[in-house]
C-alpha cells in the first residue's frame, strides 16, 4: 500500500517485525488499545466507502478490508 493510501485513511504506517518471543500481556495493552482503536476507525471507513455512491472507489475498499484482517491477525497474535 503506498503512502498516499495511508494519508486517505488518516492512518500511519506501521514498521513492525515478528519477534520470537511474544510481548507479554501486561506490556501489550498500549498495543492492544491501538490495535482495536484502528481496527474499529477502519470498519468505520469501510462502512462510509460501501454506502457511498459517488465515486466508487473499489481498491480503497479493498486496502480497507486488508488492513482491518492485518491487525486482526497482530491483535491475535499478542493475545496468545
Known amino acids: 500500500m503506498t ?4 494519508d486517505k ?9 515478528d519477534k520470537e518471543q ?3 500481556w501486561c506490556e501489550s495493552a498500549h498495543l492492544r488499545e491501538q ?9 468505520q471507513r469501510l462502512a ?3 454506502v457511498s455512491t459517488a465515486g466508487i472507489d473499489f ?6 478490508k486488508e ?3 492485518a491487525r486482526q ?5 499478542i493475545r496468545r
Open 48 to 50: 462510509d466507502l460501501e
Open 73 to 77: 491477525q497482530m491483535f491475535e497474535k
Open 35 to 43: 490495535l482495536l482503536s484502528e481496527i474499529s476507525l477502519l470498519q
Open 67 to 69: 488492513m482491518i484482517h
Open 3 to 6: 503512502q498516499n493510501n495511508y
Open 22 to 24: 511474544p510481548i507479554g
Open 9 to 17: 485513511l488518516n492512518m500511519h504506517k506501521c514498521d513492525c517485525s
Open 59 to 64: 481498491s480503497m475498499r479493498q486496502t480497507c
